[in-house]
């Protein structure tokens, strides 16, 4: 116990400070650490299933990219809350959000067919299989 140590012991206990110092997310305001949308991969016989978990979003907010066999994801939005004019404040909130995630497709993935559609909090992918042809392999002769 002796080696235990207070980080800040000049420090108070301020609720007010505390209130405006945690963002609703309950990480610190000011905190550089981004965070990432959980995601969810599946696969059946048919396609592969990616699911975003991104709730607060609109289904405008999302951008779905391929370029070169990669799946890009990225989403933005932004909120001001707007009071009536005239009034002073001692504090004022806007929010800003965004991510991008990238993901490899594999060989068998069929890029001109994938689906998107955004509900309840969830973007659900759907990247359709296409017939996997196997790779030719043959003896190599050493000269």
């Known amino acids: 116990m002796a080696n235990l140590q207070r980080r ?14 945690i963002d609703l997310w309950g990480n610190r305001a000011g905190n550089k650490a981004t ?19 991104a709730p607060g979003f609109k289904k405008e907010d999302f951008k779905i990219n391929i370029d ?7 989403a933005e939005t932004k909120q001001e809350n707007k009071e009536a004019e005239g009034k002073e404040y001692t504090r004022r909130e806007y929010s800003y959000s ?3 995630r990238s993901f490899q497709l ?6 001109d067919a994938i689906a998107a559609k955004y509900e309840d909090g969830i973007l659900k992918i759907t990247i ?3 017939e996997q042809k196997p790779k030719a392999s043959k003896q190599i002769s050493i000269e």
């Open 8 to 21: 800040n012991p000049s420090r108070y206990a301020d609720p007010w400070r505390d209130l405006f110092d």
């Open 35 to 53: 965070s990432l949308p959980a995601v969810n991969i599946g696969e059946n016989d048919q396609s592969f299933m990616v699911d975003v978990v």
């Open 68 to 74: 070169d066999d990669l799946l890009t994801i990225s």
């Open 98 to 100: 965004s991510f991008t």
């Open 106 to 111: 594999p060989d068998n993935a069929k890029a």
């Open 128 to 130: 359709p299989k296409t």
